[in-house]
């Protein structure tokens, strides 16, 4: 979060306007995009979002040692050579790891590991 320097007079002020206009009902809302609030006030937009928590995922150590094995862009023959398993079993463990991460693609499966701080130390090569 940034600092900035702001006089909480102004800061009053204008959060009292964005109480009286909510209490007069002349907003805007958009609660199927969770947009509770959209208001602007002078020059200053108001928005309150409302943000879903963080979901954990968790893999299973197998679909944790595949995920891994794609992120330093192994195919699945070569993972499946590496394990000892099918390619047929490799892709049924990406489907599953995709539906657990809410993916689509090897690549975006890469970038949601990246993003969580669990995995990215794992799939930065050193």
């Known amino acids: 979060m940034t600092t900035h320097t702001i006089q909480p007079d102004r800061l009053d002020a204008l959060l009292q306007k964005v109480s009286e206009i909510v209490q007069e009902g ?9 947009v509770l609030l959209d208001v602007t006030v002078g020059q200053v937009r108001c928005l309150l979002v409302h943000q879903e ?4 995922v ?3 150590p197998r679909e944790r040692q595949i995920a891994l094995m794609v992120a330093h862009g ?6 499946a050579t590496s394990l000892g398993i099918s390619v047929w079993t490799v892709s049924t463990h990406l489907r599953r790891i995709f539906v ?3 993916v689509s693609s090897r690549a975006e499966m890469v970038a ?3 993003a969580d701080h669990d995995y990215s130390p794992l799939v930065i090569p050193d």
């Not at 002349?26 to 969770?34: D, L, M, N, V």
């Open 53 to 56: 928590p963080a979901q954990r």
């Open 26 to 34: 002349h907003f805007e809302t958009a609660e199927r995009e969770g």
């Open 112 to 114: 949601r590991l990246l």
């Open 74 to 79: 192994r195919t699945n023959q070569a993972i």
């Open 100 to 102: 657990k991460l809410a």
């Open 58 to 60: 968790t893999l299973s």
